[in-house]
């Protein structure tokens, strides 16, 4: 049974930084990041392949937000600066053995964290 496992989150200000981490049971091929807020759908934030070859992002967090990988240590990042209220929500950690072909769909990924919150005040 894969386990992700996410910390990291907090509360900021407008235009502060976090970093979130996933620590995985084991090598998972394709990992990504979503969040969610009550009431609405899980959307993508961001998702990478293998050892990072391939990145992608959500448009409403491109050149703000970094994914990464230590794959020697089966861990995942996520590099949040210039954070906006817009970006509260529960951050979760996703993953799947193997390669996905919509990055940023939730249906597409097999193993979840059980998530961090993020909360950014203005």
């Known amino acids: 049974q894969v386990q992700l496992v996410e910390s990291g989150g907090g509360s900021v200000q407008t235009g502060g930084s976090l970093r979130l981490s996933c620590a995985a049971s084991?090598?998972?091929?394709?990992m990504g990041w979503f969040r969610q807020v009550p009431g609405k759908e899980r959307e993508g934030v961001a998702a990478?392949?293998?050892?990072?070859?391939?990145?992608y992002y959500a448009d409403s967090v491109k050149g703000r937000f970094t994914i990464s990988r230590d794959s020697a240590q089966n861990t995942l990042y996520l590099q949040m600066n210039n954070l906006k209220p817009e970006d509260t929500a529960m951050y979760y950690c996703?993953?799947?053995?193997?390669?996905?072909?919509?990055?940023?769909?939730?249906?597409?990924?097999?193993?979840w964290g059980q998530g961090t919150q993020v909360t950014v005040s203005s």
């Open positions: 996703a993953g799947r053995g193997g390669a996905v072909a919509e990055a940023l769909s939730r249906s597409e990924y097999s193993y």
């Open positions: 084991e090598y998972i091929y394709s």
């Open positions: 990478i392949y293998r050892e990072g070859s391939r990145t």
